[in-house]
């Protein structure tokens, strides 16, 4: 089975503290992704890496940055917290292609900005 | 207009019915379709992916039309383990490309 692990389930942070969120695959996926989740926005896609070294941004990616200096795992940071990240993040890894694409989520952090 | 649109329901089915969700997608050209489930307080898992001529699997049935631009999800049969959350998600360029998820559709099967 495929396993996402995500450094932690829940998060308390001050606003203008600098947070990180580590995100690590076992499956030797290229493309990974962070996500947040919000009540009645669904997932808004964060960034994403086709392989180590290399970031795309999403469709929302003010105030986050990523780095992937390894395949297996991909680090999201919030460079000042604010109390509108107060969110739901969730780290993906994506197989296949076309129809046969699966993405694999981690369990999701919940962040509490202060 | 949302790049992909759902019902947020909540359904709210006896055991045993039948339930069917819409969504709507914007882009005519999109290529892939899926439909993911995400229990409460959890992780999106794949559901089913979506295939052109329509597809089941189970109790479960997917379909595409791409003249009006949405997909369905058909359950039967309803379980209680079914009581979910229903993310409906496109990929609008295909290959290597994002997924667009919807904001689900929440069924609440009960006894």
């Known amino acids: 089975d495929v396993k996402v692990t995500q450094s932690s389930r829940y998060l308390v942070k001050r606003t203008g503290e600098k947070v990180f969120l580590e995100c690590v695959q076992d499956?030797?996926?290229?493309?990974m992704f962070w996500y947040r989740q919000d009540p009645g926005l669904g997932l808004r896609l964060i960034y994403f890496?086709?392989?180590?070294?290399?970031?795309e941004k999403g469709d929302i990616p003010e105030g986050y940055s990523v780095s992937r200096e390894k395949k297996e795992r991909f680090s999201l940071i919030l460079e000042s917290a604010s109390t509108n990240q107060t969110s739901m993040y969730l780290c993906?890894?994506?197989?296949?292609?076309?129809?046969?694409?699966?993405?694999?989520f981690g369990p999701g952090t919940r962040l509490l900005v202060l | 207009r949302k790049e992909v649109e759902q019902d947020p329901g909540p359904f709210n089915v006896p055991e045993g019915a039948t339930v069917a969700f819409n969504c709507t997608y914007s882009?005519?050209?999109?290529?892939?379709f899926f439909w993911y489930r995400q229990d409460c307080r959890k992780e999106p898992k794949l559901l089913m992916s979506?295939?052109?001529s329509g597809n089941e699997d189970g109790r479960f049935t997917a379909q595409l039309n791409r003249a009006s631009q949405y997909i369905s999800l058909l359950i039967r049969d309803s379980k209680l383990s079914d009581s979910a959350t229903y993310l409906c998600?496109?990929?609008?360029?295909?290959?290597?490309?994002?997924?667009?998820f919807g904001a689900g559709t929440r069924l609440a099967v009960h006894p």
């Open positions: 993906a890894s994506r197989s296949g292609l076309g129809i046969a694409e699966t993405q694999y």
């Open positions: 499956m030797d996926h290229e493309n």
């Open positions: 890496s086709y392989d180590v070294k290399m970031k």
């Open positions: 882009n005519s050209a999109s290529q892939s």
């Open positions: 979506v295939y052109s």
């Open positions: 998600v496109v990929n609008p360029f295909g290959g290597y490309n994002k997924l667009i």
